[in-house]
């Protein structure tokens, strides 16, 4: 992997650009920059201001990271050792988009038997999808408790405060939560 920011930003500018089928010109107007601004960028040897680079990013409709993360490439595995898994009071919650995804996070949650987890508000006019996989889980949100069993998803605003709770204190129960962001959020 490379570590250098504007190479990085010089590869997946052209990358991004080209994948959109468009050219220099198109895309400087679309990031209200000047043409030979965006050339600079694409060759690696501007060192341009936040402003721009927000101004890329927006235009092409990625996050910074991932304008100067190292490029991605067509096809990458991700080890199971390689993917990192937080562990917070009864549970477990680990990434299944490894790579930075704007606006989106979706992930597997694992309760332990009898297990609690605390859910964090996100910001205003977040939604959460919670589909249950296995075991039976409760969720506490907008003052009410929901019970979800395998199959059943619930979607909820996820700026307040919820939980969710292993009903079983025998066996895990298991669920994949999908986090929309909130636009500028």
Do not use: K
Request: aromatic letters at 4%; proline letters at 9%.
């Amino acid at each position: 992997m490379n570590d250098n920011p504007r190479a990085n930003l010089a590869a997946n500018l052209r990358r991004l650009r080209e994948g959109r089928n468009i050219s220099q010109q198109q895309a400087a107007r679309l990031a209200a920059i000047p043409r030979p601004t965006w050339a600079s960028l694409e060759s690696g040897v501007a060192n341009p201001t936040l402003d721009v680079i927000t101004r890329v990013a927006t235009a092409l409709s990625v996050s910074i990271e991932e304008l100067i993360g190292p490029p991605r490439t067509a096809c990458r595995l991700f080890a199971a050792s390689d993917i990192p898994e937080r562990r917070r009071q009864g549970a477990s919650l680990r990434p299944l988009l490894p790579e930075p995804t704007p606006g989106l996070e979706i992930a597997r949650l694992q309760l332990d038997p009898g297990g609690n987890l605390t859910g964090q508000p996100h910001t205003p006019g977040t939604r959460e999808y919670l589909a249950c996989e296995q075991g039976t889980i409760e969720l506490t949100a907008s003052g009410e408790r929901w019970r979800l069993g395998p199959g059943d998803v619930l979607a909820f605003r996820a700026d307040q405060r919820h939980g969710y709770r292993n009903l079983d204190p025998r066996r895990p129960a298991t669920a994949i939560s999908v986090v929309c962001f909130a636009r500028g959020g």
